[in-house]
């Protein structure tokens, strides 16, 4: 999973660089973990290959320690608060500048 963020254009762009088979009754949803309190949801990969995602103020703050994905039902998440499904990409993130 490669995760590219442009704060001068507020987006993300999220793409699967391996072969991944997702049921069609489910969606890759993409969540900021931060060092403390719930994840973040970021969006979802409505074709389960790549988004192009707003990147909000509070998405990818200084808080947040790592990126993950979590397999859901179609459409995301139905539980705001975080993942309902199991995660199946987690791994941290760097900041160039």
């Known amino acids: 999973l490669v995760v ?6 507020r987006s993300m762009d999220v793409r699967v660089a391996d072969t991944v088979t997702v049921p ?4 890759l949803h993409l ?5 403390s309190g719930g994840p973040r949801s970021l969006g979802v990969l409505l074709d389960n290959r790549h988004a ?3 990147l909000s103020d509070k998405a990818i703050g200084s808080d ?4 993950a994905i979590s397999l859901e039902p179609k459409g995301g998440s139905p539980d705001p608060n975080g993942p309902t499904g199991p995660v199946i990409y987690k791994g941290s993130w760097v ?3």
Do not use: G
């Not at 590219?4 to 254009?9: E, G, I, L, M, Y």
């Not at 969540?31 to 060092?35: E, G, L, N, V």
């Not at 947040?64 to 990126?67: E, F, K, N, R, T």
């Open 64 to 67: 947040v320690v790592m990126l």
């Open 24 to 27: 069609s009754d489910k969606s």
């Open 52 to 54: 192009t995602l707003a």
């Open 4 to 9: 590219t963020a442009d704060v001068r254009k």
């Open 31 to 35: 969540w900021a973990i931060p060092r």
């Open 95 to 97: 900041k160039l500048l």
